[in-house]
C-alpha cells in the first residue's frame, strides 16, 4: 500500500491550496482518511479527516476549522483538501494517512498507512 500526498507550494497569505491524496493497493473508497501537518520544529498534528464513501463525516482542527475542507471525488479515486484564507503559520509538511475504519478519527496512531509529505509554504 502506498499513499501520496501532492499539490503542495508556495502561496501568499490568504491564498489557497488542494491537495491530493491517492494510493495504490488500497481503495480509498473503504478507509477512513486523515490530513496531517508537521511544521518545523514542531510535532506531527492533526488537521481533518474523512469518513469513508459510506460514512463522509469530517472532522477538522479548531485551526483550521472554516478554511480547509476535505471531500472525496470517487470518479478519481482521489481525496481532496481544499485549503482557503492560508495563514504563515499553516506552513508545514502535509500528510494524508488512511485506516481500517470507515469512521474519521483526528488521531494519528488509529491510522494504518501513511503517506510522504507535500510541503506548504505560506508567505509573502
Known amino acids: 500500500v502506498q499513499l501520496q500526498a501532492s499539490g503542495g507550494g508556495l502561496v501568499q497569505p490568504g491564498g489557497s491550496l488542494r491537495l491530493s491524496c491517492a494510493a495504490s493497493?488500497?481503495?480509498?473508497?473503504?478507509?477512513?482518511i486523515g490530513w496531517f501537518r508537521q511544521a518545523p520544529g514542531k510535532e506531527r498534528e492533526g488537521v481533518g479527516c474523512i469518513g469513508s464513501d459510506r460514512d463522509r463525516k469530517t472532522y477538522y482542527a479548531d485551526s483550521v476549522k472554516g478554511r480547509f475542507t476535505t471531500l472525496r471525488d470517487n470518479a478519481e479515486g482521489t481525496v481532496y483538501l481544499q485549503m482557503n484564507s492560508l495563514k504563515p503559520e499553516d506552513t508545514a509538511v502535509y500528510y494524508c494517512a488512511a485506516t481500517f475504519s470507515r469512521t474519521c478519527s483526528p488521531h494519528m496512531t488509529d491510522y494504518n498507512f501513511w503517506g510522504q509529505g507535500t510541503l506548504v509554504t505560506v508567505s509573502s
Open positions: 493497493g488500497i481503495t480509498l473508497d473503504y478507509n477512513a
